[in-house]
């Protein structure tokens, strides 16, 4: 990155005002390779120097990138008159402008969501021609059958006509009525709808993955985890869903999907 004024770099890095930051640089509070710089017109660069404010770091990459496992009850948003956000779950050392969630789940799902001020990684995620694979461990009312993964893997109809993308499934080698499911695309409750024109009930989803990316089984229900922006890139890729489901199989007992059901 090219070097940029000390104050403007804070103001965008840091969820601190203008004179916030003003009051910081005076009392001592903002270090440059540990020494301590008043002045907020001095040019740095975050790439090479260490920059430090109340003896945090400020980070050097442009845009942050979050791992939420989003608890029940709380709705993919950045503001809401009635129902907490996921940006509300941030903490706020965590806090930067512009933060928003890359994709929806419902609010009484849970589960992955992936937290970023960087439209365009949003943008390649979620537009309908990447088709960036999403997996969802759901729990349902009635007993797996075998035929539901040539059904959906031929694209199924939801009862209104929508057609499908296809998909797949396989049950999990858990006790209940568990599966594992990947799409293809996000249409409006599509996993409920789809288990739903095979005759059965999703009771609950939890999102696992996105892409080549996990969420980490020991992240509980609300917690946030930052993540680098070349990690992010495995976002783009694809979990092989035999895998996944065996790595499932190996942590349920960890999956904080057992509490909240
Ligand atoms: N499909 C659903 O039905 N709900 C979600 O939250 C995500 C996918």
Same mark, same amino acid.
């Given at each position: 990155?090219?070097?940029?004024?000390?104050?403007?770099?804070?103001?965008?890095?840091?969820?601190?005002?203008?004179?916030?930051?003003?009051?910081? !640089?005076?009392? %001592?509070?903002? @270090?440059? /390779? #540990? +020494? *301590?710089?008043?002045?907020?017109?001095?040019?740095?660069?975050?790439?090479?120097?260490?920059?430090?404010?109340?003896?945090?770091?400020?980070?050097?990459?442009?845009?942050?990138?979050?791992?939420?496992?989003?608890?029940?009850?709380?709705?993919?948003?950045?503001?809401?008159?009635?129902?907490?956000?996921?940006?509300?779950?941030?903490?706020?050392?965590?806090?930067?402008?512009?933060?928003?969630?890359?994709?929806?789940?419902?609010?009484?799902?849970?589960?992955?969501?992936?937290?970023?001020?960087?439209?365009?990684?949003?943008?390649?995620?979620?537009?309908?021609?990447?088709?960036?694979?999403?997996?969802?461990?759901?729990?349902?009312?009635?007993?797996?059958?075998?035929?539901?993964?040539?059904? !959906?893997?031929? %694209?199924?109809? @939801?009862? /209104? #006509? +929508? *057609?499908?993308?296809?998909?797949?499934?396989?049950?999990?080698?858990?006790?209940?009525?568990?599966?594992?499911?990947?799409?293809?695309?996000?249409?409006?409750?599509?996993?409920?709808?789809?288990?739903?024109?095979?005759?059965?009930?999703?009771?609950?989803?939890?999102?696992?993955?996105?892409?080549?990316?996990?969420?980490?089984?020991?992240?509980?229900?609300?917690?946030?985890?930052?993540?680098?922006?070349?990690?992010?890139?495995?976002?783009?890729?694809?979990?092989?869903?035999?895998?996944?489901?065996?790595?499932?199989?190996?942590?349920?007992?960890?999956?904080?999907?057992?509490?909240?059901?």
């Amino acid at each position: 990155m090219a070097q940029t004024r000390l104050d403007k770099l804070l103001s965008e890095r840091t969820p601190h005002s203008r004179a916030e930051i003003k009051k910081l !640089l005076k009392n %001592g509070a903002v @270090l440059v /390779d #540990g +020494t *301590a710089e008043r002045d907020g017109s001095r040019k740095v660069d975050p790439d090479t120097q260490t920059i430090t404010c109340q003896g945090k770091a400020v980070r050097s990459s442009a845009h942050v990138y979050y791992l939420m496992n989003k608890p029940e009850g709380v709705i993919c948003a950045t503001e809401d008159r009635e129902h907490r956000t996921v940006i509300d779950l941030v903490p706020q050392e965590m806090q930067v402008k512009g933060l928003f969630p890359a994709g929806r789940l419902d609010a009484d799902s849970t589960g992955l969501v992936l937290l970023t001020d960087d439209g365009e990684i949003s943008h390649r995620m979620l537009s309908p021609k990447s088709h960036v694979p999403k997996y969802y461990l759901i729990r349902l009312a009635r007993p797996y059958e075998d035929s539901y993964a040539q059904t !959906l893997a031929d %694209g199924i109809t @939801l009862s /209104d #006509g +929508t *057609a499908c993308l296809p998909a797949q499934i396989m049950p999990l080698d858990v006790p209940g009525h568990y599966a594992l499911i990947c799409l293809h695309e996000g249409k409006y409750h599509q996993v409920k709808r789809m288990l739903a024109a095979l005759g059965n009930h999703v009771e609950h989803l939890h999102r696992v993955c996105i892409g080549g990316m996990i969420l980490p089984p020991e992240l509980p229900l609300g917690g946030c985890l930052e993540v680098l922006h070349n990690d992010v890139e495995r976002l783009l890729k694809v979990y092989d869903l035999a895998v996944l489901s065996a790595q499932i199989v190996s942590e349920f007992p960890s999956y904080s999907i057992n509490d909240s059901l």
